[in-house]
């Protein structure tokens, strides 16, 4: 068994190990975080003997009949997705130790669902991506239908509908991508040394299937319901990761596989992603409701996701265009640390006071001063403010989109930032400045589990806004080679 075969199936092994009739609560909570600290101390080790390309391969018969096979490996793409994806994974099983109801079962849930995560982000065959990308949805719906709250069974019951059905569509664009291959395959490598001459309809299939999973404007519904009702560790894990397949899916297999129709269809991808960056800050501003509002800045932060990969099909220079793509990464893993802490911070809010409704707070910071303190830093990193990691990704974002030649959609586009910033800095001071609100006396400083979950995300950020250069370094070969594919 390879390294990276350990990593991907560790979590599910200690999953089957919370079966054993005779562990109990506390136990299981431990094993949770033990399994998942071993898998990032794993996933360390990859990074460090990480030599550039694709690594740590393996290829094994699965499907011969369709030329489908277990075939994994990481790259610049894959491997800060995967690391990104370990961390968060152990700082939910901290969070999560000792405050909720049926830990067994919600353990084994959260360990299962790190390995399907885990899986599709090395996936290197089509069928295996489809696999964990299903496997991924099923886990999430059991999660906020289990452990959520408000009107949980509905907009669980949304959530799968609507990603199910994306996932169907992916799945007919994946056999398109097989059928118009020579010869027929779903493997990831042969597709892109020689790209199948597919025509618009499988690019339509397979972008809708990800638009969803992303999600962009108009495929969006389904986010807002599914975060407010999920448990906080939840909806860190659905910001976090899960939205993460869909923009991962656009840089690993639409964008090089499909070169010419991504090139053919660039400036609709751009204009969606415009409209979903200013779409969700407006939408946000609107929210009275802290969780809620946080869910729709995640459209807009991925919507700068799918601006970037836009750009990487149009006509500007081969520079520009790698920097864009190189920010979309790198707004990826700045997006799973910044809004994995603030649902985190939200959950706390609820966990005190059974509400996220920012007219009921006010004052918080004369009694949770440490609380105060998570939030502003997880707000200035959300608007990009210099010195945390989003500013590094926005930076790069329209820096690339400008220098490949659209130059109005990246001019439109900073308008969200602008947005962005007034609208979390405006929850900012009517939840924890200003008067006290009618439910600020119930609300705690963090505990020690809390601030031991939600400071590294942070801490993270704050070390790749002001010394970038080991995650750029990772990123920037993998970006330059999806741009030569998707050449112009």
């Given at each position: 068994m390879t390294v990276l075969t350990l990593v991907i199936f560790l979590p599910l092994a200690a999953a089957a190990s919370l079966a054993l009739p005779r562990v109990g609560a506390r136990t299981a909570g431990w094993i949770w975080i033990a399994a998942t600290a071993a898998d990032l101390a794993l996933v360390a080790a990859l990074w460090a003997g990480y030599g550039g390309g694709v690594a740590y391969e393996t290829r094994l018969r699965w499907i011969p009949s369709v030329n489908a096979g277990y075939h994994v490996g990481v790259d610049g793409l894959s491997l800060?997705?995967?690391?990104?994806?370990?961390?968060?994974?152990?700082?939910?099983?901290?969070?999560?130790?000792?405050?909720?109801?049926?830990?067994?079962a919600y353990a084994a849930l959260f360990l299962f669902l790190q390995t399907v995560c885990l899986g599709l982000f090395a996936a290197l065959d089509l069928l295996?991506?489809?696999?964990?990308?299903?496997?991924?949805?099923?886990?999430?719906?059991?999660?906020?239908?289990?452990?959520?709250?408000?009107?949980?069974?509905?907009?669980?019951?949304?959530?799968?509908?609507?990603?199910?059905?994306?996932?169907?569509?992916?799945?007919?664009?994946?056999?398109?991508?097989?059928?118009a291959a020579e010869p027929h395959t779903f493997d990831m490598a042969d597709l892109v040394a020689d790209p199948p001459r597919a025509g618009g309809l499988v690019l339509l299939a397979v972008g809708a299937g990800l638009a969803v999973k992303t999600p962009v404007?108009?495929?969006?519904?389904?986010?807002?319901?599914?975060?407010?009702?999920?448990?906080?560790?939840?909806?860190?894990?659905?910001?976090?990761?899960?939205?993460?397949?869909?923009?991962y899916?656009?840089?690993?297999?639409?964008?090089?596989?499909?070169?010419?129709?991504?090139?053919?269809?660039?400036?609709?991808?751009?204009?969606?992603?415009?409209?979903?960056?200013?779409?969700?800050?407006?939408?946000?501003?609107?929210?009275?409701?802290?969780?809620?509002?946080?869910?729709?800045?995640?459209?807009?932060?991925?919507?700068?996701v799918v601006l970037a990969l836009g750009a990487a099909g149009l006509g500007g220079g081969a520079a520009a265009r790698e920097l864009a793509v190189s920010g979309a990464v790198t707004q990826m893993v700045s997006h799973g640390l910044v809004t994995g802490a603030l649902f985190l911070i939200t959950g706390v809010l609820w966990d005190r006071a059974g509400s996220y409704r920012i007219g009921r707070f006010g004052g918080l910071a004369g009694r949770a001063p440490v609380l105060t303190g998570l939030m502003a830093v997880a707000v200035f990193a959300s608007l990009g403010l210099p010195g945390l990691s989003g500013f590094i990704a926005e930076f790069q974002i329209f820096t690339g989109v400008i220098g490949a030649g659209a130059v109005a959609a990246g001019a439109v586009s900073l308008l969200g930032i602008l947005v962005t910033a007034a609208l979390l800095l405006l929850a900012l001071q009517r939840v924890f400045l200003g008067g006290p609100g009618?439910?600020?006396?119930?609300?705690?400083?963090?505990?020690?589990?809390?601030?031991?979950?939600?400071?590294?995300?942070?801490?993270?950020?704050?070390?790749?806004?002001?010394?970038?250069?080991?995650?750029?370094?990772?990123?920037?070969?993998?970006?330059?080679?999806?741009?030569?594919?998707?050449g112009r």
């Open positions: 800060p997705l995967i690391a990104m994806t370990s961390l968060l994974f152990l700082l939910c099983a901290v969070y999560s130790l000792g405050r909720t109801p049926r830990p067994r295996l991506f489809f696999v964990f990308f299903d496997l991924a949805i099923v886990g999430m719906y059991f999660v906020i239908v289990g452990w959520g709250h408000g009107d949980r069974a509905r907009s669980g019951l949304m959530f799968f509908l609507y990603t199910f059905l994306g996932s169907l569509a992916l799945l007919l664009g994946f056999i398109g991508l097989y059928l404007v108009p495929v969006h519904t389904w986010l807002p319901p599914a975060h407010t009702d999920a448990p906080a560790a939840g909806s860190a894990i659905l910001a976090g990761v899960l939205l993460k397949m869909g923009t899916g656009f840089a690993r297999i639409a964008v090089p596989m499909l070169p010419e129709q991504w090139r053919a269809h660039a400036w609709v991808i751009v204009v969606i992603g415009v409209v979903s960056v200013l779409y969700g800050s407006l939408v946000a501003l609107a929210q009275e409701n802290l969780k809620r509002l946080v869910a729709y800045t995640s459209v807009n932060h991925m919507g700068y009618e439910l600020t006396g119930r609300v705690r400083d963090a505990r020690p589990g809390e601030l031991a979950a939600i400071a590294p995300l942070l801490v993270l950020s704050l070390v790749i806004g002001i010394v970038p250069g080991w995650l750029l370094d990772l990123i920037e070969p993998a970006a330059r080679a999806v741009v030569t594919l998707v």
